[in-house]
């Protein structure tokens, strides 16, 4: 399975962004998505889990209230909306896919199966 993340950018202190994962190779269904984000100098930090068909989300504490995970099954894409950004959620922003067989939470590097390239997320 393949991922490419598109949406991120510039963004002033308490604005949006909409970070798009696009599927391919395999249907998203057949995987719990996620979203991590790394900082530099800093782990990748697990932010957002759905699990496999959206039958579920959970949060980090850090992001709790202010981004939404979603996945349109028809179009094989996931979607992180972000509202109220902060200076600290400036990061490099992955998705990622879980095979469905293993936990979707809390999340873990190593359960990750794949990852897309990265899109930068930048608050001003």
């Known amino acids: 399975v393949q991922l490419v993340e598109s949406g991120g950018g510039a963004v002033q202190a308490g604005g949006s962004l909409r970070l798009s994962c696009e599927v391919s190779?395999?249907?998203?269904?057949?995987?719990?998505m996620a979203w991590f984000r790394q900082a530099p100098g800093k782990e990748r930090e697990g932010l957002a889990s759905?699990?496999?068909?959206?039958?579920?989300?959970k949060y980090a504490d850090s992001v709790e209230g202010r981004f939404t995970f979603s996945q349109d099954n028809s179009k094989n894409t996931a979607y992180l909306e972000m509202n109220s950004l902060k200076p600290e959620d400036t990061a490099m922003y992955f998705c990622?896919?879980?095979?469905?067989?293993?936990?979707?939470?809390?999340?873990?590097?190593?359960?990750?199966?794949?990852w897309g390239q990265g899109t930068q997320v930048t608050v001003s």
């Open positions: 759905i699990y496999a068909g959206a039958l579920g989300t």
């Open positions: 190779g395999g249907t998203i269904t057949g995987y719990h």
């Open positions: 990622a896919a879980i095979p469905r067989y293993l936990s979707w939470w809390p999340l873990t590097t190593g359960a990750v199966r794949a």
